[in-house]
Antibody
Framework: EVQLVESGGGLAQPGRSLRLSCAAS????????MHWVRQTPGKGLEWVSG????????AYADSVKGRFTISRDNAKNSLYLQMNSLREEDTALYSC???????????????WGQGTMVTVSS | SYVLTQPPSVSVAPGKTARINCGGN??????VHWYQEKPGQAPVLVIY???DRPSGIPERFSGSNSGNTATLTISRVEAGDEADYYC?????????FGGGAKLTVL
């Protein structure tokens, strides 16, 4: 069964850091680009960041550029999101999503995890 | 930045046809993907590349893309189709989602 399981969410104060992880199983992880998408409760989807199969192509939404870092470990079938300088507006459910292709810049998100909740509050 | 516009809500009676639009400047030049999201569940890809269906998605779901509007069509709507639907495209090497449309089955 193809599966993505996120972890690492929680409560953080503004300005602090969190690291999210996404464990992949059921498919050849290093054949596909991967992404992080977030959703504020009751609101829509917002793309956060994406990384191609070998981590040579990475991009971020303007709202997180310079504060968040995406990475992957293909040997561990894992995707990560290092979130620094957190702001209250970063409060959201963070989900990882598998791309339908190996390159960044194309493709649909054909598998999604259930997400991990990040709350930024003092 | 590129903007995708969806109606906040669409209502349809069971057994009828629902059409959910996604507007964007010259959207026909882009590949449009559609996701279904039910409360408490992860989004599910229902249409990719304008009109292709992933395996396991009923034939009742179809898509089209022309001019400035892409459309997700759900035929013979069932109560279980009630959900939020999002369109998505790539623009300038970035992912853009529409604001989402809530489909209500009357």
């Amino acid at each position: 069964e193809v599966q993505l399981v996120e972890s690492g969410g929680g409560l953080a104060q503004p300005g602090r850091s969190l690291r999210l992880s996404c464990a992949a199983s059921g498919f050849t992880f290093d054949d596909y680009a991967m992404h992080w998408v977030r959703q504020t409760p009751g609101k829509g989807l917002e793309w956060v960041s994406g990384i191609n199969w070998n981590a040579n192509d990475i991009a971020y939404a303007d709202s997180v550029k310079g504060r968040f870092t995406i990475s992957r470990d293909n040997a561990k079938n894992s995707l990560y999101l290092q979130m620094n300088s957190l702001r209250e507006e970063d409060t959201a459910l963070y989900s990882c999503a598998k791309s339908s292709g190996f390159n960044y810049g194309t493709g649909a998100f054909d598998v999604w995890g259930q997400g991990t909740m990040v709350t930024v509050s003092s | 930045s590129y903007v995708l516009t969806q109606p906040p809500s669409v209502s349809v009676a069971p057994g009828k046809t629902a059409r959910i639009n996604c507007g964007g400047n010259n959207i026909e030049s882009k590949s449009v993907h559609w996701y279904q999201e039910k409360p408490g569940q992860a989004p599910v890809l229902v249409i990719y590349d304008d009109s292709d269906r992933p395996s396991g998605i009923p034939e009742r779901f179809s898509g089209s893309n022309s001019g400035n509007t892409a459309t997700l069509t759900i035929s013979r709507v069932e109560a279980g189709d009630e959900a939020d639907y999002y369109c998505q495209v790539w623009d300038s090497n970035s992912v853009v989602f529409g604001g989402g449309a809530k489909l209500t089955v009357l």
